[in-house]
């Protein structure tokens, strides 16, 4: 194998935030994350405070999502909310931009919204990953082209204090032609542009469409540094057959999975 178990574990944020999601579901959750070494359990505010008590020692982090899923909160109530996160526990945040206002191209108020959350996450020792929902960015905005567009919100994160540039929720659904409703998440196209658009002092996290260890690797090699992820249990669970398979001395299909496949 390219890359250790650990390597890979270690890149994903097991993603809890389904609208739906029980106090069973998040307890089960946290011990599927601690079982397979996640790097972290992405989290609603509220239950950080549980998440934080069945990590504990595990090495998992917890993680709470602030402005979720649409980051049309005010600056001072996603400030607010982060301070509460990070008193019960939370060691990551993952904040939504105000994206609205940045389409609207008032980028002192974006770089203002999320100077304001990386402030009070740093008063606790946290550190803050910006999710710009790429899938409102297809056409860019405020006289810029949808790349342009998301170099300069790379930019402006970078100056606000941010550990982490993110592609997406997982939740930002658009309405198709047919009137339903998906999104893409995470693309190949993204995660380059936005990992050439900040130096080496931030990092890149995926979300959305990654479901597999094919996929996993990938967001690795176009420099993702960490991935959100429903399916840690299946990816890991892949590599371990993959690891025996080739101590066996048998050739193991990689797949066809990848990024891009929808679904969180």
Excluded at 64 to 77: L, W, Y
Aim: charged content about 25%.
């Amino acid at each position: 194998m390219k890359y250790s178990y650990d390597e890979l574990a270690k890149m994903i944020d097991h993603s809890l935030l389904h609208p739906t999601m029980t106090d069973q579901d998040l307890d089960d959750g946290c011990r599927l994350a601690a079982k397979y070494g996640a790097a972290s359990v992405c989290i609603k505010p509220y239950a950080v405070k549980r998440a934080a008590e069945l990590l504990n020692g595990t090495g998992v982090l917890v993680g709470a999502v602030i402005g979720f899923p649409h980051g049309n909160g005010t600056t001072e109530s996603k400030r607010y909310e982060t301070e509460l996160a990070c008193r019960d526990g939370a060691a990551e945040i993952d904040m939504v931009i105000n994206i609205g206002k940045a389409l609207s191209g008032d980028w002192a108020y974006v770089e203002t919204d999320v100077r304001a959350v990386c402030d009070e996450a740093r008063r606790h020792g946290a550190k803050v990953k910006v999710i710009f929902e790429n899938d409102y960015l297809t056409k860019g905005g405020a006289g810029l082209d949808s790349d342009a567009f998301k170099r300069k919100l790379c930019e402006l994160c970078e100056r606000a204090g941010a550990a982490w540039v993110k592609t997406s929720s997982g939740y930002g659904f658009v309405k198709q032609a047919d009137g339903s409703y998906n999104y893409k998440g995470a693309t190949e196209h993204d995660l380059a542009l936005m990992r050439a658009s900040v130096s080496e002092a931030v990092q890149v996290k995926a979300a959305g469409g990654v479901r597999d260890l094919d996929g996993l690797i990938r967001v690795r090699e176009l420099g993702g540094s960490r991935c959100g992820a429903t399916a840690t249990a299946a990816m890991m669970d892949e590599y371990r057959k993959r690891e025996a398979a080739e101590k066996a001395g048998v050739t193991v299909d990689g797949g066809k999975g990848g990024i891009g496949a929808g679904g969180y």
